[in-house]
C-alpha cells in the first residue's frame, strides 16, 4: 500500500517555463491539499480539493492551476515558473468524518532557475 | 486569518529529559488540533491529534489542551535523539477541512 506518492521528487526548471507536480493517493481520501514550505513562512496552503472536480483556493494560489478528475489524484501546474515559485511542495490527503487529519506525501523540491 | 503562534525554540534538551512544546491560536472556534513531526528533508508525520479539553497520552507523547485559553501542548517524556526534529503544531477551525499551521520548533535532543 503505497498511500501517497508524489513525482517527480526532484526538479529543476527554467524561469517561464510550465511545469506539472503530480500527486497520487491510493486511500480513496475524498480531501487533498497541495501546500508548499519555505523557510520563514512554514506551510502554507496553495490549493485544496473535496472531491473529483471540487477544487477551491488556498491561501497562495496565484500562479499555479490544479485540476482534479479523478478522485486518487491532484497534479499542481505551475503554468509559466518564477523563481519565486523555488520551494518544497507536499501534497497532502484525507477523509472528513468527524477529524481533519491530514497525511502527506513525500514532497517534490523545485528549483527554478 | 486563522494565526498559531509556536514557542520559536530551537529547543535543546538531554536525553531522557521532558521536552515541552507549546502552540497557541486565535480562532476560537477551532475544533481539532494536531501535532506534526518533520524530519529534516522530510515530509511532516502526524503523531498526535486531540480534540477534547484535557490530556491524551500515546506513548511518550502527551498532548494537552485547553481551550478557554486557546492553548495546545506536546509533551515528550525520556527524549530520544530520536526524537530530534521539527514539531509543528495544526490547527482546523471546524467550518472546512483546512489546517493552520505554526511555524514549528525545533528540537535537539542531546546524548
Known amino acids: 500500500d503505497a498511500g501517497i506518492t508524489q513525482s517527480p521528487r526532484y526538479k529543476i526548471t527554467e524561469t517561464g517555463r510550465q511545469v506539472t507536480l503530480m500527486c497520487h493517493q491510493t486511500?480513496?481520501?475524498?480531501?487533498m491539499f497541495w501546500y508548499r514550505q519555505d523557510l520563514g513562512h512554514g506551510l502554507r496552503l496553495i490549493y485544496y480539493?473535496?472531491?473529483?472536480?471540487?477544487?477551491d483556493k488556498g491561501e497562495v494560489p496565484d500562479g499555479y492551476v490544479v485540476s482534479r478528475s479523478k478522485t486518487e489524484n491532484f497534479p499542481l501546474t505551475l503554468e509559466s515558473a518564477t523563481r519565486s515559485q523555488t520551494s518544497v511542495y507536499f501534497c497532502?490527503?484525507?477523509?472528513?468524518?468527524?477529524?481533519?487529519?491530514?497525511?502527506f506525501g513525500p514532497g517534490t523540491r523545485l528549483t527554478v532557475t | 486569518q486563522k494565526e498559531v503562534e509556536q514557542n520559536s525554540g530551537p529547543l535543546s534538551v538531554p536525553e531522557g529529559a521532558i521536552a515541552s512544546l507549546n502552540c497557541t491560536y486565535s480562532?476560537?472556534?477551532?475544533?481539532?488540533f494536531f501535532w506534526y513531526r518533520q524530519y529534516s528533508g522530510k515530509s511532516p508525520e502526524l503523531i498526535m491529534s486531540?480534540?477534547?479539553?484535557g490530556d491524551k497520552e500515546d506513548g511518550r507523547f502527551t498532548a494537552q489542551l485547553n481551550k478557554a485559553s486557546q492553548y495546545v501542548s506536546l509533551l515528550i517524556r525520556d527524549s530520544q535523539p530520536s526524537d530530534s526534529a521539527t514539531y509543528l503544531c495544526a490547527v482546523n477551525g471546524g467550518n472546512d477541512y483546512k489546517l493552520s499551521f505554526g511555524a514549528g520548533t525545533t528540537v535537539t535532543v542531546r546524548a
Open positions: 486511500w480513496s481520501h475524498s480531501y
Open positions: 480562532d476560537r472556534g477551532s475544533q481539532s
Open positions: 497532502a490527503s484525507g477523509v472528513r468524518t468527524g477529524t481533519s487529519e491530514q497525511y
Open positions: 486531540i480534540y477534547s479539553n
Open positions: 480539493s473535496a472531491a473529483a472536480d471540487i477544487t
